[in-house]
């Protein structure tokens, strides 16, 4: 867990700033942050609605090589389009509680291809994209179910979002975006 905070102190602070117990409003270290995390989960499970923030670790899972992103012009503009790999759906329904063949999702429209993490080689996926969400405590399991299964429709036209991998933590050096349009491939 020490290895976890560590790698992501920034994001647990994000994530706990806005917690309503004053025992996490000094944390200056990764040891503070840690113990005073940890007492108020302990002692107050409830009483914080970010406490996804410790509960999703990196994983290690072997991954499959993905598929080549299909290139495609939509309205003047170059598309990327990730297959998901079995791999991926599988890490995406693990994340969120549901059985793979649920998710329907064929792949995610980009603006940039995909691109390999530098600490261990996993290329980005929309499984760090859940992962990041969730361990951020940005959106619940419930939001990102229903987004990749269509049931929600994104509110803004343009999103842009830094890469963390999932499975090392290592920081991507480029963003990825999407647009609303055009809709993600689903089977």
């Not at 996926?125 to 179910?145: C, P, Q, R, T, Y």
Request: proline fraction near 5%.
């Amino acid at each position: 867990m020490g290895y976890l905070l560590d790698q992501s102190f920034d994001y647990i602070i994000a994530a706990f700033a806005q917690c309503p117990d004053e025992n996490l409003s000094n944390l200056s270290n990764v040891t503070s942050t840690y113990t005073a995390i940890s007492t108020h989960l302990t002692t107050q499970p409830n009483s914080c609605s970010y406490t996804m923030a410790l509960a999703l670790p990196m994983h290690n899972l072997p991954m499959d090589e993905p598929a080549a992103s299909e290139v495609f012009e939509y309205n003047n503009q170059t598309f990327y389009c990730w297959k998901l790999s079995e791999t991926e759906r599988a890490h995406i329904a693990s994340m969120l509680n549901m059985d793979a063949t649920d998710l329907k999702l064929k792949g995610n429209n980009f603006l940039q291809d995909r691109s390999q993490c530098s600490g261990c080689g996993k290329h980005s996926g929309m499984d760090d994209f859940v992962h990041n969400a969730l361990f951020a405590g940005i959106h619940s399991v419930e939001f990102m179910k229903d987004f990749l299964l269509g049931k929600t429709e994104q509110a803004t036209p343009y999103t842009e979002h830094e890469v963390t991998c999932s499975r090392c933590s290592t920081k991507h050096d480029e963003t990825k975006s999407w647009l609303a349009y055009p809709p993600w491939p689903r089977y």
